[in-house]
């Protein structure tokens, strides 16, 4: 299973356990970038998080060619959870130096709209695993690349 597939995976595990939006967020981006829940997050956040899904698989429009792009993603839902979406988008393009229109960028703006549609209802998380099937993952798991 590649690393986009593992990373819908761990959208399906943590809606299991919560239907609760604020809280399906840091727990998708404890349990895929390893930002931890309570107030030392930002210590992890500030450092990028960890790999604890590796590979590939994203389309090749988010794919930086590395096996960090599950963390990149749930690290920046980890802190658009907590900061919102703006400051979030901010931070990732003039601390994290991801320009809007590169691979990593592109993941911020898709992670954003994740965010933003879990926030506003319009995404459940029990819906959040094929949100990430069908947006982000390529033909490695079993999808169409864009």
């Known amino acids: 299973m590649d690393g986009c597939a593992q990373l819908a995976e761990a959208c399906a595990r943590v809606a299991a356990r919560t239907s609760d939006p604020a809280q399906f967020l840091r727990e998708l981006g404890h349990e895929a970038a390893g930002v931890r829940r309570g107030p030392r997050w930002p210590l ?6 960890s790999n604890r899904i590796r590979g590939r698989g994203f389309r090749r429009h988010v794919d930086d060619g590395t096996d960090g792009q599950a963390r990149h993603f749930a690290g920046i839902v980890a802190v658009a959870a907590r900061l919102g979406t703006r400051t979030t988008r901010w931070l990732s393009i003039h601390v994290g130096r991801d320009a809007p229109e590169s691979a990593d960028g592109r ?12 926030r506003s209802g319009e995404l459940q998380p029990a819906d959040a695993a094929d949100w990430v099937r069908s947006t982000i993952c390529g033909q490695g798991s079993g999808l169409t690349s864009r």
Do not use: C, N, P
């Not at 993941?107 to 879990?118: I, P, Q, R, S």
């Open 44 to 49: 992890d956040a500030g450092r990028g998080g």
């Open 107 to 118: 993941l911020t703006d898709h992670a954003l709209d994740f965010v933003g549609g879990l």
